[in-house]
C-alpha cells in the first residue's frame, strides 16, 4: 500500500517537473519568435521607407545614378530578407541599407538644399532610426535565442527538447575581424 | 553545462539583492506615507478647529464638534494620500516648469521606441515621451505609477548630445523603468513631496509673487488673479479665502517642522545603488558605455557655463533622485555616484578611455537649438556601437543588473580600471576572476555585485595622489575655463 503511494507521489512529481520544464521550452521559444517579428516588422519599415527617400532624393541626383542603384538594391534585399527570414538575409539587407544610407548621405554633403531639407531630414532620421531598431532587435533576438538555446542545450531539459523537437536557433554572427577585436585604449 | 548552473546561481543573487532594495524602497514609500498622513491629519483638524470651534457651549459639544473634525480630516488626509499614491506622475511631471509637450514622431520618440525594442518592452508598456522647452537644464527623468510611465527629456538635453548619447540617456531611463525601481521611487518622491507642494502652492496663493516661483506657475497665477479680479467683490469670499490662507500657513510651518523628518526617511530608504544600475542597463541596452560617459561629461560642462548655472535647483530640490544627472550639493545629500565615478565604472564596462578623453578635453560651449549636434566626427564615433553589440552579446542578461563592476572576470578590464583608479581598493575592483581568460574584453554581463559594499565611497573620498582625483579635477578645472575656451568642434 505504502509502496503504491510513494511510486504515486514520484509519478506525480514527475510529471509536474515535467510539465514545467515543457512549458519553460514553450515560453522561450515564444519569446524568441516574438523577437524574430520584432525584426520582421523593422524590415517591413524600411521597406516602406525606402520608396520615400527615393522620391525625395530623386530631384537632386537625378544624374547620380549610382546613389539610386545602391537605394534600389537595398530596398530589394530588403524584400528578400523578408521573404527568406533567415540571419543571413536580414544580415545582408543590413549592410545593403548601410551602403544606401551613406551614399544618400554624401549627397546630401554635396546638394546644400537637400540638406536643408525639411522632409528629406525627417526620412534621414526615420532611415537612421530604422537602423538602429534593426540592430536593437537583432540584439535582443540574440539574447533570446542564446537563453533558448541554453535551454535547449542542458540537461535536463535537453532530454524534453529532443523529445518534442526544440532545435537550436541561429543566431547573427560578427564577421569582421577588427569588431572581433578588442578595443584598443590610448592615453593621450 | 557547470556555466548554466553557475550562472543562475548569479542570477538568484543578483534577484535577490535587487528584491531587497526594492522592498527597502517601498518600505520607505509606506514611511513617507504615514507620515505626510500624520501632517495632513494634524493640519486639516487644526484648520478644522479653527473654523468651528468659535462657539463651543458645553463639554460635550466640544467633544462632538472635535471627533466629527477628526472624522473629516481623516477622511480628506486619506483621500489626499491615495490619490498621491495611484496616481504619482502627475505631481512630478512639472518638477521642472517650463512648456511641457507629448512627442509622438522624431528623434526623441524615435530613440524611445528604440530602447523599447532593445529591452523588449512592446505595445502600451512603452512610456510617453514628453519634452520641455525653456528651462535651461539638461536633464532627463522617468516617472511610472506602474501602469504609465513617462519620460522627460529637455529640449536642451535633446540639442545638446548627439543621438547616440541620446540614446544612452534614454536607456539609462528606460532601466529604472523595467528594473521596477521607477515605480517605487515616483511614490516615494511624490509622498516625501506632497506636504512641500501643497505649503508652496499654499504660500503662492497667499503672498501673491513674493516667493520665488518658476515661470509656468507664475502664469498660472495670473490667469487666476485675472478672474479673482472679476468677480471677487464680496467679503464672505475674502473671509474663506483668509481662511483658506491661513490652512496654508499651518501647512507651511507643519512642513518646516515635518519636512526634514520626512526627506531624512526617504533619503534612508533610497537606494545608492540604483543609478549605477540604471547605468548597467543602459549599457546592456545600448552596448555603448562611451556615449554614456560622454553624456555626461557634455551634461556636466554644459550645466556648469554660467548660461545654464543653477538654473536645475529648484528641479533637482524637488525631484533630485529621479533625474538622469543630479550632481550633490554636499555629500550627505548625494542622491547619485560622484559623475567620475560613474564614469569609472563606464570604463571598467568598457568604455573607451580615449573618447572620453577628448570629450573632457574638447567642451562643447553651446547648444544649436536649430540642429542636432551630429558631426561626421560623431557619426564616425556611432558606427562601431551596432557591431559592438553584436560583440558584447551577453549570455546571461541577468548578470547586467550588477552595479558596478566589483568582479572583473578579465585582467585587461582590471587593467584598464587600474590606470585610472591607480590605487585600486577593495571596493572597486574586488576579486580578479581568471577563469574565462578568452580575449572578450567587453563581457560586461560578469560584472556583478559582490556583497551589498557600497560601491559610491570609492569615488566621493578623495584619495589623495590617486590618478582618479587628478582626473576628476581636470574636470572641474575644465568647468571653469568654459567661458574662455571656445573650441569650435
Known sequence: ?188 | MAGSFSSITREDIERKSFNDELARLNRGVVIAWVLNFIVLLAAVMALLSIMTLQDVQSMEDLRIRLLFNALIAAGVSLLVMLIIYLKPNGMLMHAMGGNMTEVQSGRVHNIVEEICIASGVTGDDMPNVYIVEGTGILNAYAVSDGSNSNVIVTDELVHALNRAELQAVIAHEMGHVNSGDCVAMTRLIAMSNVVGIISELGLDILCGGSTPSSRHRRRMREKRESSNNSSSDSKSSDSTAMLIGLGIVLLGIMFLIFAPAISLAARNHMSRTRESRADTYSVQYTRNPTALATALIRIEQLQGNDEFKGNDKRFLKKAGSLAFYAPALNKRDATHPDTMTRIHELIVMGADEGRIRVAIDHPRTTINFNGYDDDEQDQSARRPAPSRRQYMQPTNAMGMMGTSANTVNNDNHAHSADMVHNAPSANTVNSVHNDNPVGNAHNVDNARRADDANPFSVGSDTRAGSAHGGKRRLVRHRHDGDGQRNVVR
Open chain 1, 1 to 188: 500500500m505504502s509502496v503504491l503511494l510513494v511510486i504515486i507521489v514520484i509519478i506525480v512529481v514527475l510529471v509536474l517537473l515535467v510539465g514545467s520544464a515543457y512549458n519553460g521550452l514553450v515560453k522561450a521559444q515564444e519569446q524568441v519568435n516574438n523577437a524574430w517579428s520584432q525584426i520582421e516588422t523593422q524590415l517591413q519599415r524600411r521597406y516602406d521607407l525606402i520608396p520615400n527617400l527615393v522620391e525625395t532624393v530623386k530631384g537632386y541626383a537625378a544624374h547620380e545614378s549610382g546613389t539610386l542603384q545602391t537605394v534600389v538594391a537595398a530596398r530589394n534585399a530588403v524584400g528578400t530578407a523578408l521573404k527568406d527570414k533567415t540571419p543571413e538575409a536580414v544580415e545582408a539587407a543590413q549592410k545593403a541599407t548601410e551602403q544606401a544610407r551613406l551614399a544618400i548621405n554624401a549627397v546630401a554633403e554635396a546638394y546644400p538644399n537637400l540638406k536643408a531639407n525639411t522632409n528629406f531630414l525627417s526620412l534621414q532620421e526615420e532611415l537612421t532610426s530604422t537602423e538602429d531598431k534593426m540592430s536593437y532587435a537583432r540584439q535582443f533576438y540574440n539574447d533570446t535565442v542564446t537563453k533558448y538555446n541554453i535551454k535547449v542545450q542542458s540537461f535536463p531539459t535537453n532530454l524534453l527538447a529532443g523529445m518534442f523537437g526544440f532545435k537550436v536557433r541561429e543566431t547573427f554572427q560578427v564577421d569582421s575581424a577588427e569588431v572581433r577585436q578588442a578595443p584598443r585604449v590610448s592615453f593621450q
